[in-house]
C-alpha cells in the first residue's frame, strides 16, 4: 500500500499531465478571417523630405547645399531597416545637408535616369551634380563618412 506522500506525488503529476495538451502529429494552424489585415504603427513624422519624378530638379538639382537622396520602395525590407538611419542623419546635418527619399514605385523615371538597379540605392548630389552612390543597407557611419566627404 502506498504512503501519503507517495499518493500526494502520484496525483500531482497526474493533474500536471492533465494540464498539458496532448501530443498530436498534425501542427495547429491558425488562421485569421479573410478580411483581417495586420496593422504596424510607424513613426508619424520622419526628418527626411519626400521627391518625386516631378519635384526632382527644384528639390535636388537646384540645391544650394548637398542632398541625400534614398531611392526605396515601401515593399524593400532592408530599404525600411536604413530608413530611420536616414532620419537620424538629416537631424544632425539639419541645414548643412538635405535628405529626401524617393519612392521607385511612385516615381520610376528619376530612378531609371540614374540607372537605379537596385534597392536601398543611397546618392549624394552636390551642385547639380551626382558625386557618390551607395547601394543597400549599410551601417550609419559609411553614410556619415560619405556625407562627411563632400560638406
Known sequence: MATLAQRSVRSAAT??????????????????????????????????????????????????IPVLIDFWAPWCGPCRMIAPLIDEIATEYNGKLKCVKLNTDESPGVATEYGIR???????????????????????????????KFL
Open 118 to 148: 537596385s534597392i536601398p540605392t543611397v546618392m549624394i548630389f552636390k551642385n547639380g551634380q551626382k558625386m557618390e552612390t551607395i547601394i543597400g543597407a549599410v551601417p550609419k557611419s559609411t553614410l556619415t563618412q560619405s556625407v562627411d
Open 15 to 64: 493533474s500536471r499531465a492533465a494540464a498539458r495538451p496532448a501530443f498530436t502529429s498534425r501542427p495547429v494552424v491558425i488562421r485569421r478571417p479573410r478580411d483581417a489585415f495586420l496593422v504596424r504603427a510607424q513613426g508619424t513624422t520622419a526628418a527626411a523630405g519626400v521627391v518625386t519624378d516631378d519635384t526632382f530638379e527644384e528639390v535636388v538639382l537646384k540645391s544650394p
